[in-house]
Every structure is written in structure tokens, then in C-alpha cells.
């Protein structure tokens, strides 16, 4: 039995709930994107170090692997 008609009989949503949908998604990036760059400045700002932090949780996470690697043999 081929599952192709029936899923073009009976789609899962209708072409009103699309619609919303991408209209939705396509608004929401876009005001993401405004507020994302309104607050740019703001943002550096304030958060000046983290890219050292992220390399600090990086370097952990490597030392955990490699002492569990180390412990295995």
C-alpha cells in the first residue's frame, strides 16, 4: 500500500496553519534580528569577558575527556 496519497488526502495541517506558521517564523527572526541590534552596543558592553569564560568551560570539558580516556587504559 503506497502511504503518499493518503498523506496528500489527509496532510497533517492546513494550508491556513502554514501559512501562520512561516508568517509567524519570518516576524519572529525578524524582530529577533531588530532587538539583537539595538542592544549590540549594550551588549559589549556589559559583557566584555565572556569569551574567556567560554574557553575556560571548553578547557574543562577537554580535561574531563582526556582524564577519562587516561583512567581507561
Not at 6 to 16: C, E, I, N, Q
Not at 20 to 28: C, D, H, N, T
Amino acid at each position: 500500500m503506497n502511504a503518499l496519497p493518503l498523506v496528500l488526502k489527509d496532510p497533517m495541517f492546513s494550508s491556513g496553519q502554514i501559512n501562520f506558521g512561516i508568517g509567524f517564523f519570518l516576524v519572529f527572526v525578524v524582530i529577533i534580528s531588530f532587538m539583537y541590534l539595538k542592544d549590540k552596543k549594550l551588549h559589549k558592553k556589559n559583557y566584555k569577558g565572556v569569551f574567556w569564560i567560554l574557553i575556560g568551560f571548553i578547557a574543562f570539558i577537554l580535561l574531563l575527556v582526556a582524564i577519562k580516556f587516561g583512567l581507561q587504559k
